[in-house]
């Protein structure tokens, strides 16, 4: 592979609407560190403070923030001006489709640069709606991670499907999963369940458990461990009243709060649940098939690309509870040699689909077009489905 770039690395501008610990931010914050290594110096733009930003700053990147003010946010959208110009910005990354990001779309076109819109939400987020024209209009490459997404833009000379990245090395197990239960509190023998992310009803917390609850009488060596802050409080409440259910019930799951570093928890486990009703690109199912973990999820957005059914976890209709709990008895069901294949399996299918350095390899040959730059790195479209044998 060669690229023929310039000496000088060229100013790219990554604008996020928040800067938590979430699946969109770290996504970005990820690629941002990266970037160095492609010929890029990114910018990071957020509108609030938050854990990410203050993470970013802490390791030497430029980190700006611009709050949303003024009439029709025509102050936000000339401050984003200035700092593309007093930068030397040459192109801007807008994260989510939100309306922080059509103000930076609007600043990034005023500038006249270019701009890459990278959708983060499911087609069902209705947000995806109010959002919708501002980013065929403004954008110029729409970077998604579903076919869904794609149809619903409806611009096929601008978008590209990327598939977002993990650091691979990074989440290869420092411990060996006996140790790594251990150190949480659970022998080694125990079967570990975990779900990692928002405690909402789109997650599905709620039907993990009912599905647990229906598994555990006949495994009462099973455990299930919830990871994760409560975006909506009444979820929280629900699924606590629902774990004290039962004495043994209450003694088999744990509802964790958020984890700064979930390797270690997915270094201990031995299947992670995701039954969402709707999803885009879940980056928990990433981590854990880095991590060598199987997955069973919800046939939502780009799992049907991500997870490979019997292979390295199960797909299961969403909001099926009962089709759930049988996908939790198979999995428990497995011999010793059949789950460690289904590990190795996941982490193969990892290293195709998921690598950083690929997803980085993407971008950076999207915005190398867009400016002009010469590369001889091809970069096909992700069709998994063809190229990978997904069923």
Not at 111 to 124: A, D, F, K, Q, T
Not at 277 to 304: H, K, N, Q, Y
Not at 342 to 362: G, I
Request: proline content about 5%.
């Amino acid at each position: 592979m060669t690229r023929c770039l310039s000496k000088m690395p060229t100013k790219v501008l990554l604008a996020s609407h928040h800067a938590s610990r979430r699946g969109s931010a770290i996504s970005l914050a990820e690629l941002g560190k990266r970037l160095p290594e492609r010929g890029y110096e990114p910018v990071f733009l957020f509108s609030k403070q938050g854990p990410m930003a203050k993470e970013l700053a802490a390791q030497g990147f430029p980190v700006h923030y611009v709050s949303r003010v003024g009439w029709f946010r025509l102050h936000t959208i000339r401050q984003i001006q200035k700092l593309i110009a007093a930068e030397g910005i040459a192109i801007t990354h807008a994260n989510s489709v939100v309306a922080f990001s059509k103000y930076v779309g609007l600043a990034t076109r005023l500038s006249g640069i270019p701009l890459v819109w990278h959708v983060r939400e499911p087609v069902e987020d209705k947000r995806m709606r109010r959002q919708r024209r501002w980013v065929r209009w403004l954008a110029d490459r729409i970077v998604v991670l579903t076919h869904q997404q794609a149809a619903f833009f409806a611009r096929p000379e601008k978008t590209e499907r990327v598939f977002n990245g993990v650091d691979l090395k990074r989440f290869s197990r420092d411990l060996d999963q006996a140790a790594a239960k251990r150190a949480l509190g659970y022998g080694a023998e125990d079967f570990l369940f975990i779900q990692i992310g928002s405690i909402e009803h789109n997650k599905g917390q709620q039907r993990s458990l009912l599905a647990f609850s229906e598994v555990f009488a006949a495994h009462p060596n099973c455990h299930l461990l919830f990871v994760g802050a409560a975006t909506e409080p009444a979820e929280e409440t629900a699924l606590h009243a629902l774990r004290q259910s039962s004495e043994q019930l209450a003694a088999a799951v744990r509802i964790g709060g958020e984890s700064s570093d979930v390797r270690p928890i997915l270094w201990a486990a031995d299947c992670l649940l995701l039954p969402s009703l709707r999803e885009s690109f879940p980056r928990t199912v990433m981590e854990a098939m880095a991590c060598g973990v199987p997955v069973i999820a919800s046939a939502a957005g780009a799992v049907e690309d991500m997870v490979d059914h019997e292979t390295t976890g199960f797909m299961v209709p969403p909001g099926d509870i009962p089709a759930l709990a049988t996908a939790m008895r198979q999995i428990i069901g497995l011999g010793t040699n059949q789950r460690r294949e289904m590990s190795r399996q996941c982490l193969l299918r990892a290293e195709q689909l998921f690598s950083l350095d690929r997803h980085t390899a993407r971008i950076a040959s999207i915005y190398d077009a867009l400016l002009g730059k010469t590369t001889s790195l091809t970069t096909p479209a992700e069709q998994p489905n063809t190229e990978h044998g997904d069923r």
